[in-house]
């Protein structure tokens, strides 16, 4: 939901109001009680799962209905082809959603998890690349220029950011927009547009017109 927290309803991944991270906060302002408590996790879970009223029953296992927010299988096929991501936390549970434990993913463990979804379609070990990105691309990359990096503030992603405030090291910016989730900048104009993310496409602007003129 954080990846989506924009000031304007959008139906980028399911249909969700504006500002959902706010919404999905009242309920639990409300609360008192270990009921209440209760029904307000359920108040989240519908906003995210059924925000419109269209279903009856919530399938808390249908992360992606294709009708809505496309099909996630290409995706989840580079996680276990080229784009190994491992998910871990230094705290764990209730804390973080991720396990406890150092970010070093075990291969072997995620291998078997990747055979068991897709080798029935072909997948085998040999499309297993944990080190693809950095042996095709590299480590370091000291003569690189002209590159905007731009993160909102609420993307969860953003933690992997180049760096945490708005500056620059010669032509490579890294631009943060504040309360907002991922791709704020890429999307169309809209009359709710916040001041932060019109300031840092003014910015991109300027900054590519620059390389190209």
């Excluded at 009921?35 to 799962?49: D, G, M, Q, R």
């Excluded at 998910?87 to 406890?100: L, Q």
């Excluded at 405030?165 to 991922?182: P, Q």
């Amino acid at each position: 939901m954080a990846k989506v927290n924009y000031p304007y309803s959008t139906s980028l991944k399911r249909p969700l109001p504006a500002w959902p991270i706010k919404e999905a906060c009242k309920p639990f302002l409300k609360a008192k009680t270990s009921e209440e408590y209760i029904l307000a996790s359920f108040e989240v879970l519908n906003l995210w799962n059924n925000y419109t009223g269209k279903y009856k029953e919530i399938d808390l296992w249908d992360f992606s209905p294709p009708s809505e927010a496309g099909d996630t299988d290409g995706w989840d096929w580079q996680t276990c082809t080229e784009v190994i991501l491992p998910m871990c936390s230094i705290h764990g549970a209730p804390f973080d959603p991720f396990d406890k434990g150092n970010c070093y993913h075990n291969e072997t463990e995620y291998l078997n998890n990747c055979l068991k979804i897709y080798s029935s379609i072909g997948y085998t070990k040999e499309m297993f690349d944990p080190y693809f990105v950095q042996n095709n691309y590299g480590y370091e990359w000291p003569n690189a220029s002209n590159i905007i990096f731009s993160n909102g503030n609420y993307d969860p992603w953003s933690a992997g950011r180049w760096r945490e405030i708005t500056t620059n090291e010669g032509s490579l910016y890294n631009l943060i927009i504040e309360d907002v989730g991922e791709m704020y900048d890429f999307m169309g104009s809209n009359k709710n547009d916040t001041e932060s993310v019109l300031n840092v496409r003014k910015m991109e602007r300027m900054h590519i017109s620059s390389w190209i003129l």
